[in-house]
């Protein structure tokens, strides 16, 4: 039951063994003059310690009992003297409302629960916190059972919210108490600890590795989820997330049977999930379903989505139904409505291209598509992107759906588990669709990130990325931010795809391998002419209309870049060859590796008009450098030597 606070310090500290003197001392609590009540009590207390100290000699131990407690009651009146504790319960409360909230949302995992150190500083905040029952409604760090048992009562009958990541120590029993408050819960949040050491997450454990710290062992949920009632009429968010378990994890028979109403976001992530089993809500607004054992037909998985009318956000990984659209003669794909704005998907590509044929979404949608099972994920990857482009095809209104506005193509998960990603999003939305998904600016950028990979048969990246080509048109792009080292850089398709695209003002590199981009701008033939070159001038046997590639480069952008001996004479020599017109303005360096101050100035001065963005660090590498071409007529054996 929970504790009541006292209403004045005399009814909760005088009793039958007070001393006259004492008892006095406390019926004056709130006189006028602070000052001269403080020295009073000061006094007394003074007197009965020496009045201890006599006794103590005398073996009076009950007399001194007595004393001893005199001397704590007119202690708790010293303390409740100062300002601080003579606000009214309701403001001291606000203020212990607010520092838990603080402390939520700014200080680490593991110091969260700090917060209650407040309610041991006197009797009076003490008595305030125990009283509001506000503070006691939310499990929002990493408890121990007892802690839970002794909150839970204190809450009262008010709402609860849980949100807890919990470790191998959890007690699931205590949790299951409270999640048998099912008619108050509003909001739950489980999700496991997170161990300092990422990579042996989602792995399987060997003989040698060490012993395992229990604290982050990934718990079980059921037996706690077992124990919710069949309604919960409060409950908004439900979120539980797994990493891996040795067994499979199942939602308790009859989960919430009788619905929860109110629930706006669901969240069951690495489940063994059946379809029927699922707490679907009309009122859902996001859905997160990620599971691997059971795999739903078309027709009930289109009719639980026309069951829910406000979904904004839909996630679905590893559960697209592995059934054909085609095999369901008749049926109509599903149009969200214009409300939905995210749509997230992590399958194979052949049962993500297969699920886009029956579904249709509005135009303002942002689009997030994860492959994964990465040794097969090229088979059917050119009718996949097609359907995603297909997904917009009933739309009443006229609007170019070939236009990428952004896109990103990179890799997901770790590196035992890398998973190629599609993000994307279109131009030429309508402002009166809400569009609030734009990025840099709204400016059309393109992101690739390829892991160092090498294959043996042809690469999938470029697979990927050329059937992006084919059935999107990538001219409205601006910005290209290519990321990782790989070899995409020197292939032919890279200068194809991107080279003559008219907007493209920046090229960012983090990492990458430089060397073949230089490449690519000395081999321009718009630009192959020196100005001090005695050959005759390529701009009189080229045809006016040809132009430089990248013909709107404005920056360059590189970030860990190991550079070798004589590169910094290459960057001068390539970029002085840019036609007027086309000269870079640009050049940001960050994190790079042998480079200084006067190779900067180097730059400044042989490239006129550009200005060189370096963060000043200065890292020094222990490998050996290659020299670079020593004139301009070696370069070509250069970079064959170089392998391409």
Known sequence: MAEKPFATVSEALATSFTGPATRALVEQYGTPSILEYKE???TRILELEHDICIRKTRQNAARILELEHDIRILKTCQNSTPTVNRLPPEVLSHIFLTLFWTMEREYKEDKKVCWIFSTHVCRHWRAVALGCAALWTNFMFDMHGELIRTILPRSKNLPLSVAMKCGGLMDIDALGEVLSQTM????????PRIYPNPPKLG???FYFDPEPDQRYEPPSFTAALGRMGPLAPLLTTLSVSYTYLTGPEKLPENFLSEGAPALKHLKLHKFSLHWSGIPFSSTLRTLHLVSGDYYPEFPVMLETFRGLPLLERLTLGDILPKCRFSEFPGLKPFTFGNQFKHLSLEDSAFEIGNFLLGIRVPKSTFINVQFIRVMDWTHGIDWCVKNIRDLWRDDPLDWTKEDIHSLELSYTGNLNDRRPQLEFRFGGVPETLGWRYQLDGGDPHLTVRFPDRHYDGPDPDRTFLASVHNHFDFTMLTTLYFNTFNELARNPFFKRTFARLPHLRLISFDPGEMTDFWHILDNDPACSASPDSSEPSMAAVLPATVVPFFPALKVIEMYRETFVKKEIDTIIRV????????????LRMHDCVNLDKPEIARIEEGVPGIHVDWDEVVVRSKFIHFDEPSSES??????VGLGL
Not at 184 to 191: C, D, F, G, K
Not at 634 to 639: F, L, N, T, V
């Open 40 to 42: 009073k009590l000061a």
């Open 184 to 191: 108050r819960l509003r909001n739950v949040v489980l999700s």
């Open 203 to 205: 792995r399987r454990r």
């Open 575 to 586: 970029l002085n060859k840019r036609p007027a017109g086309h000269r870079l303005r640009m």
């Open 634 to 639: 070696d370069s070509e054996q250069w970079w």
